[in-house]
């Protein structure tokens, strides 16, 4: 069957990967950083949940072998990939929260030994919310439904992964990936709300990459 057919015989349109929002905690990104982030994540991923099973022979029945679930697991890291501004603005947010986990973790001032803080000191709970197309609004707004929302328990990151330079990289964005860990996560699906874009952003994306913002932009690219 092909795509389009396929897309006939729904009753609502196809969910787009293009549409999500990473909610990082105010306090150890900042407003500014968490605010950009919504906007400009390039990419990541729901993670995985599965359990974890043991081998249980004649439970209830001679011979029968069933497999017992002893525990929940949940995928880590959450991964994210980010399009970085000209002032690192990601960057140093990021870097910040991810310097609170030991002292010395920046090895500036002549501070070359490390000490671990406590953990409740560098963790703290972060969302991604998946948006689907809510319609225009009034007054130049470009509305976004809340469809589901991941509540990550406990998280901080784990990894700043280098940024890659190149002289040849013409009329391209710096980027770079971040990993979180974290204890667990929640999914809620209903009471969730709505993402209100300014038209101008939405124009803006999009002359940034020439129109083509779904090859670089998350959360508005297939829209422009």
Excluded at 61 to 66: D, E, F, L, T, Y
Excluded at 138 to 162: A, C, H, S, W
Aim: net charge negative; glycine share 12%.
């Amino acid at each position: 069957m092909s795509y389009q057919k396929a897309i006939a015989l729904m009753s609502q349109g196809p969910s787009r990967p293009t549409l999500f929002a990473v909610r990082l905690p105010r306090e150890k990104v900042g407003g500014s950083a968490g605010e950009y982030l919504e906007f400009f994540c390039k990419s990541t991923a729901i993670p995985e949940v599965r359990t974890n099973t043991i081998a249980v022979g004649g439970h209830e029945n001679m011979g029968i072998v069933r497999e017992q679930a002893t525990n929940v697991m949940f995928g880590k890291p959450f991964t994210m990939e980010v399009i970085e501004t000209s002032d690192l603005l990601v960057y140093k947010s990021l870097r910040g929260w991810f310097d609170t986990i030991a002292l010395g973790a920046n090895q500036n001032d002549g501070a070359r030994s490390q000490r671990m803080r406590y953990y409740d000191t560098y963790s703290a709970d972060f969302e991604l919310v998946k948006l689907e197309y809510g319609g225009p609004s009034l007054g130049g707004f470009v509305d976004y439904r809340e469809v589901m929302k991941v509540k990550f328990i406990g998280g901080y990151p784990v990894t700043i992964n280098q940024i890659g330079l190149a002289s040849d990289s013409n009329d391209t964005a710096t980027t770079f990936t971040v990993d979180f860990t974290y204890e667990s996560y929640s999914v809620s699906y209903d009471a969730l709300g709505s993402l209100s874009v300014p038209g101008e952003i939405l124009g803006a994306v999009g002359g940034f990459v020439g129109g083509r913002a779904g090859d670089v932009i998350s959360t508005f690219g297939s829209l422009l």
